[in-house]
Nanobody
Framework: QVQLVESGGGLVQPGGSLRLSCTAS????????MGWYRQGPGKQRELVAV???????NYADSVQGRTTISRNNANNTVFLQMTRLKPEDTAVYLC???????????????WGQGTQVTVSS
């Protein structure tokens, strides 16, 4: 089995910062891309940032310039560092990873349970 566990969410004031982390564990052969999505109240799920196995990152326009995604391949962990947070950043943040298990010939997407980020004064 494969499990993704997120942490680091919480209540933050506008202009503040936080760092989310997500660790993948289980019968993992390899991990390709890893990333973060979010879903705010009454909104569709949207991509926040993704990072390739080699460290190449891409960001949504809404977070570009104030967000950094990174990963540690040694422990299968991906991070999302956000600064200058805005109320519109409020959402459930979901970790995603494209993983191939030892007993599988293909990659598939796995998802964490999500961590709540609330930006409010």
């Amino acid at each position: 089995q494969v499990q993704l566990v997120e942490s680091g969410g919480g209540l933050v004031q506008p202009g503040g910062s936080l760092r989310l982390s997500c660790t993948a564990s289980g019968t993992i052969n390899s991990i390709n891309g890893m990333g973060w999505y979010r879903q705010g109240p009454g909104k569709q799920r949207e991509l926040v940032a993704v990072v390739s196995s080699g460290g190449s990152a891409n960001y949504a326009d809404s977070v570009q310039g104030r967000t950094t995604i990174s990963r540690n391949n040694a422990n299968n962990t991906v991070f999302l560092q956000m600064t200058r947070l805005k109320p519109e950043d409020t959402a459930v943040y979901l970790c995603n990873a494209y993983i191939k298990r030892f007993r599988s010939s293909t990659y598939r997407d796995y998802w964490g349970q999500g961590t709540q980020v609330t930006v409010s004064s």
